[in-house]
């Protein structure tokens, strides 16, 4: 079992984290793969880093678009989720006296040339 372990693990990090995909190639299933989870302190860090370095992966991404291309929905996407306390929310104003207005930004990408 130690070896299947091992597999799934290796799986999953091919996988960025993917757990579907990282049981199939391992040829166990996903009921299997959570109580391992469940019952497994190692196996279940394991997969928690497996799952920090698929998003460090993916921010890394990110990032590049960000930077090298100037892609504006990423930068948007950056700024509502780490940029909160600076403010880059999209905002709702609820009335209580029973009326809901909500403030909506609305944004188009600019046409690429």
């Known amino acids: 079992m130690e070896q299947t372990k091992k597999e799934v693990l290796k799986a999953l990090e091919r996988s960025l984290g993917v757990v579907s995909t990282a049981c199939k190639k391992a040829n166990i299933g996903r009921t299997t793969f959570y109580r391992w989870i469940q019952d497994d302190p190692d196996f279940k860090a394991a997969v928690d880093d497996i799952n920090e370095m698929a998003v460090d992966t993916v921010e890394s991404k990110l990032f590049d678009l ?48």
């Not at 892609?71 to 609820?94: C, H, P």
């Open 66 to 113: 960000i930077t090298k291309e100037e892609n504006v929905t990423a930068t948007i996407f950056y700024l509502k989720t780490k940029g909160k306390s600076r403010g880059y929310v999209e905002k709702q104003e609820i009335d209580l006296g029973g009326g809901v207005t909500s403030t909506l930004v609305e944004w188009k990408p600019a046409e690429k040339e």
